[in-house]
């Protein structure tokens, strides 16, 4: 049977998620490419999904270590689905107060978690055509930016929230989310750490 694109998206325990993502130097037809497959892994999966559409993907996600990202353009309609790459991004400065809000994550199965995070954030990258953009974000987009940085540097939402009880939840198959037993799914879990 032939393989679905979402089939390459890598899950914890993959220690790949752990590492930290190399620099684009020029951005050849293979970035273009790689941009091309996070794209088709992503809609493949959004597919696969009743309650849950993907805003945001990193190159790790999908085993290629780069500092890539896509971005979703429209974070509130299902379709149709485009996306922005950026390359190489960065934080330039998270600004702001400290709110938290839930996160899940392709890479981190049936588990979401209610994260702090900077409600403001500047990020510089480069565009698909190697232009730099930067880009000033609030609310949730700024939360988006830096969980896909996170991931560039093999920092994952869970890390953010390791010692916090209350912030462990997972999607029951009516699109609820409900509250996780610490003790028991998560503080011991041997795939999460
Ligand atoms: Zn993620």
New binding site residues.
């Given amino acids: 049977m032939a393989k679905n694109p979402r089939d390459n998206i890598i899950t914890l325990p993959n220690p790949h998620l752990r590492q930290r993502s190399k620099k684009i130097g020029l951005i050849t037809p293979e970035v273009r490419k790689l941009i091309a497959s996070m794209e088709a892994a992503v809609k493949d999966w959004d597919k696969s999904r009743e309650h849950e559409v993907t805003v945001a993907f ?1 190159a790790v ?1 999908i085993d290629k270590l780069y500092r890539v990202i896509i971005v979703r353009d429209d974070f509130e309609h299902k379709t149709p689905a485009r996306y922005s790459a950026l390359i190489n991004p960065v934080v330039v400065k998270v600004e702001g107060d400290i709110e938290r809000d839930y996160e899940g ?3 981190i199965q049936h588990i979401y978690g209610h994260v702090p995070r900077h409600n403001k954030v500047r990020i510089k990258a480069l565009d698909i055509n190697g232009k730099e953009v930067r880009v000033k974000a609030e609310g949730f987009l700024a939360r988006v930016l830096q ?2 940085i996170d ?1 560039m540097n093999g920092r ?2 869970i890390d953010h929230i390791k010692d916090d009880p209350q912030a462990f939840f997972k999607l029951k198959s009516d699109g609820h989310l409900e509250q996780l037993d610490y003790e028991k799914d998560v503080r011991d879990n041997r795939l999460l750490w």
Wanted: net charge negative; aromatic share 10%.
């Fill in positions: 990193a996600q994550c392709l890479s969980h896909e991931h994952l939402f």
